[in-house]
């Protein structure tokens, strides 16, 4: 099946080579900081956590979503996920391998990451966020592979590969839960230190991944001769209102327990965030145009006629990830670490260097994607019509 | 038995041979490494030693350090660093050394270039040790 | 024997994964098989011993700015610490390195000063530094045991294991950790020949000297302060000092509420105790 990804047409090839042309500068500029130093990034002594983090922590989530397409179609049989389910899986190894390169990027020695597996530290959730992530990894590889496989022989999947499909519904539970430790178990972090944060990430996980799918589906759908239907898209679109409305009344109880008890440790994160705090308001406009696309596409999707329209479905879908980005991508970092332990605020911003860095590991990620889904759409449009019953 | 397209499969063949047997073939031409390593001992320090106590003598014998200083090394710094160790009773000649690189073998090879980097150029190997530890100073050797 | 490709491709996928993992188990089990355990190693006699490592910092004995900045430094070369201020004297935050420094009373226990405060009592200097805490966060964080706790109660640092996944900083509650955003070695301004200095990529801290209690010495900013300006001992032990300021003054620690139990601590209205 790997041949198929070698196989198409002068626009395929012009996508993989720009990506690719991305992955290299990103190459280049991460060499640059391999051999100096994170110092080339915008972190620092106060803000010690960046744009990588946040990107990973972001990452994690919509390598999660994929749980939201499992659960209907292999504990409920919802067949109408039937043909959708497989884009799910292959984002989810998309996604997680940028997980994955944006720890390795971000590591001071990485070099020395092997002494994660060396020296097992059961009592650290780092050690267990990384256990879990290549246990998704791996699981969602072969998942992904072997029905795959089964489809393209028109046969359903073996009986043996059921177990691995419904453990990777709790694995994929547990690897964003697992990530939201890693925050909400710090004493010292205001911000951070809150009971609703893994229940913060799900929710926004389960919104956002399966809107970059709804996007990914419509993408897949006017390049290719493979339709995955009007109505898993809607099913989607449901579940993506649903989880929106729980992110942000999360988000609103985050703000009440903050300036209702009136502790000043846990307003200023925020109050730096959303309207400024002694004299610095760098992160003002982008967590606001956070929030307003947050309404704004949660108004869109509560409206059938407007999430019905495929057209305004995507635009409402596309502003919800940008906004998820910034918050979970972005704003939850900075907010952790300004201001810091001295209550000073000491701000951040990534430098050029970074910012290609990270946008190489995109491109990476989006280059396995593209692969993964040029196999899989080719191998469905041998199908066409023909419906599996898994 | 007619081979086709002989010609071009061995002149590749004689490319792919040439390409991975050049960092031999280059070394010879240029006439280094193909001289066996030998590291200095005679520092004034190991002099001094060596007036002392009548020989020259390292925490273990020479063999044994040629190839294990690199596991011992390791293991000196986890016992010092996590376990508070300082003394190490040597398995040769029972004396106590100071675990520690900087205070302890450097003592005695002070002489980086011709001790250390003469095995470490040759194996081409690049220790990390020196990212961190400082380099002694390079003492000129005591002509005796 | 035929194969198809995707056979091929199968077996050499399991073949290099199998290979490679046994290379790395080959490699670990070298690496563990070698440990060296009492009495091939020992302490030194003259090292000086603790159950529970404590300081004790009275500003009261800091009059000038001279005083402070003796401790500074006396810490900071005995240890390598990297000088990156910029050349007109001022702090170069994004890549500074700090073992202990001043910070205001303000600053330092945040949320216990009040509007009704005078600026001179706001602006007060106190000695931060590591607390080495009982229940230390960033120990409990670290994935790779690079931070752990010893016998005597200092929270230490092992800088040839950690991977610089800068997990301590975030759980710090302190701000006590710095790490090296670049090579440090340029910028050491007295090398210290004695001690080794760190790399690029990994954090560092305060380790309570630990080098110097393995010789005998108290820590380096102990022995610079003026008398009596930092105290160092046993808490464990009934009758050493700093126990019996503990136990009978007035003394507060930083963010106490957090349940880190940290053992700098600060004495409040100063005293005749040295």
């Known amino acids: 099946m790997l041949e198929k990804a070698l196989e198409g047409s002068k626009k395929y090839w012009a996508w993989v080579f720009f990506l690719s042309a991305l992955s290299a500068i990103g190459v280049y500029y991460y060499l640059q900081q391999f051999f100096y130093g994170l110092g080339i990034t915008g972190l620092h002594r106060d803000v010690s956590w960046g744009l990588y983090i946040g990107q990973f922590t972001f990452l994690v989530g919509v390598a999660a979503s994929a749980v939201m397409l499992v659960i209907p179609y292999y504990l409920h049989d919802f067949k109408k996920f039937g043909k959708i389910v497989i884009l799910g899986e292959f984002l989810a190894i998309s996604a997680v391998t940028m997980c994955i390169l944006f720890i390795f990027v971000d590591m001071g020695q990485p070099m020395r990451i092997t002494n994660v597996l060396l020296h097992p530290t059961p009592g650290s959730v780092m050690f267990w966020d990384s256990v879990v992530l290549m246990g998704y990894l791996v699981i969602n590889a072969l998942v992904g592979w072997v029905t795959l496989g089964a489809d393209r022989k028109g046969m359903p999947p073996p009986q043996w590969i059921k177990p691995?499909?419904?453990?990777?519904?709790?694995?994929?539970?547990?690897?964003?839960?697992?990530?939201?430790?890693?925050?909400?178990?710090?004493?010292?972090?205001?911000?951070?230190?809150?009971?609703?944060?893994?229940a913060r990430f799900l929710a926004s996980a389960f919104a956002g991944g399966p809107a970059l799918l709804i996007i990914l589906a419509l993408i897949v759908r006017k390049l290719t001769k493979f339709d995955p239907g009007k109505e898993p898209i809607q099913a989607l679109g449901r579940i993506v209102s649903y989880a929106m409305f729980a992110n942000v009344f999360l988000l609103g109880l985050e703000f009440f327990t903050a300036f209702y008890s009136g502790i000043p440790g846990h307003q200023h994160p925020f109050v730096y965030l959303y309207a400024g705090l002694d004299g610095h308001a760098e992160l003002v406009p982008l967590m606001w145009t956070s929030s307003i696309f947050a309404v704004i596409s949660l108004t869109m999707l509560w409206v059938p006629a407007v999430r019905r329209n495929e057209g305004t479905l995507a635009l409402a879908c596309s502003m919800l990830f940008i906004s998820l980005w910034i918050d979970k991508g972005f704003g939850l970092v900075i907010g952790g670490f300004v201001p810091n332990p001295f209550e000073e605020i000491h701000p951040y911003w990534p430098t050029m260097p970074e910012a290609f860095i990270t946008l190489g590991v995109w491109a990476i990620g989006f280059l396995v994607l593209t692969f993964l889904y040029k196999i899989a759409v080719s191998v469905r449009e041998r199908n066409i019509g023909i419906e599996i019953d898994h | 038995m007619k081979i086709y397209d002989g010609g071009k499969i061995f002149l590749g063949l004689l490319v792919f041979v040439a390409i991975a047997t050049f960092p031999f073939t280059f070394n010879m031409v240029m006439g280094k490494g193909t001289k066996t390593p030998e590291p200095k001992t005679d520092t004034p320090a190991i002099q001094e030693y060596e007036k002392v106590n009548g020989k020259k003598e390292c925490v273990e014998s020479k063999e044994f350090m040629r190839t294990e200083h690199m596991q011992l090394l390791n293991n000196w710094r986890d016992s010092v660093v996590r376990d508070y160790n300082r003394g190490y009773m040597s398995n040769t000649n029972g004396k106590r050394f100071n675990m520690s690189l900087q205070n302890g073998c450097m003592q005695c090879h002070s002489n980086k270039k011709k001790f250390c980097d003469e095995c470490h150029n040759y194996m081409a190997v690049k220790p990390y040790c020196w990212d961190c530890h400082i380099q002694p100073e390079e003492k000129e050797e005591a002509k005796s | 024997m035929s194969m198809d490709r995707r056979k091929f491709l199968?077996?050499?996928?399991?073949?290099?994964?199998?290979?490679?993992?046994?290379?790395?188990?080959?490699?670990?089990?070298?690496?563990?098989?070698?440990?060296?355990?009492?009495?091939?190693?020992?302490?030194?006699?003259?090292?000086?011993?603790?159950?529970?490592?404590?300081?004790?910092?009275?500003?009261?004995?800091?009059?000038t700015e001279e005083d402070v900045k003796k401790v500074v430094s006396a810490c900071?070369?005995?240890?390598?610490?990297?000088?990156?201020?910029?050349p007109d004297d001022s702090v170069n935050r994004k890549d500074e390195i700090k073992w202990i420094w001043q910070a205001s009373y303000e600053r330092a226990f945040p949320g216990q000063d009040n509007k009704y405060m005078s600026e001179h009592m706001k602006e007060m200097p106190f000695f931060v530094l590591c607390n080495h805490c009982d229940n230390p966060p960033c120990v409990r964080v670290c994935p790779t045991k690079a931070t752990f706790k010893l016998a005597d109660g200092i929270t230490m640092q092992d800088m040839h294991r950690?991977?610089?996944?800068?997990?301590?900083?975030?759980?710090?509650?302190?701000?006590?950790?710095?790490?090296?955003?670049?090579d440090p070695l340029p910028f050491i301004k007295n090398v210290n020949k004695t001690y080794p200095a760190r790399t690029k990529g990994v954090v560092e801290k305060c380790t309570f000297c630990s080098e110097r209690l393995s010789e005998g010495k108290i820590p380096a900013c102990v022995e610079a302060a003026p008398q009596g300006g930092l105290l160092f001992g046993d808490m464990e032990d009934p009758n050493s000092e700093v126990r019996a300021i503990v136990s009978n003054k007035y003394t507060i620690r930083r963010k106490p509420d957090l349940g880190t139990g940290p053992a700098i601590y600060y004495l409040i209205g100063g005293g005749d105790h040295a």
């Not at chain 3, 301590?168 to 950790?177: I, L, Q, T, W």
Request: aromatic residues 14%; proline residues 5%; positive net charge.
């Open chain 3, 10 to 63: 199968k077996i050499a996928g399991i073949s290099s994964i199998l290979g490679f993992g046994a290379s790395v188990a080959s490699a670990t089990h070298t690496i563990w098989q070698k440990g060296l355990y009492p009495p091939q190693v020992d302490k030194n006699k003259e090292a000086l011993t603790a159950k529970r490592w404590a300081m004790v910092v009275d500003m009261s004995k800091f009059k």
């Open chain 3, 162 to 182: 950690c991977i610089g996944c800068r997990f301590c900083m975030a759980a710090c509650p302190y701000g006590a950790r710095s790490f090296n955003w670049r």
């Open chain 1, 164 to 198: 691995f499909i419904y453990l990777s519904i709790p694995w994929a539970i547990s690897i964003h839960t697992v990530t939201a430790f890693l925050y909400s178990g710090v004493p010292g972090r205001h911000f951070w230190l809150t009971a609703v944060m893994a």
């Open chain 3, 76 to 86: 900071h070369q005995t240890h390598n610490v990297p000088d990156f201020r910029n």
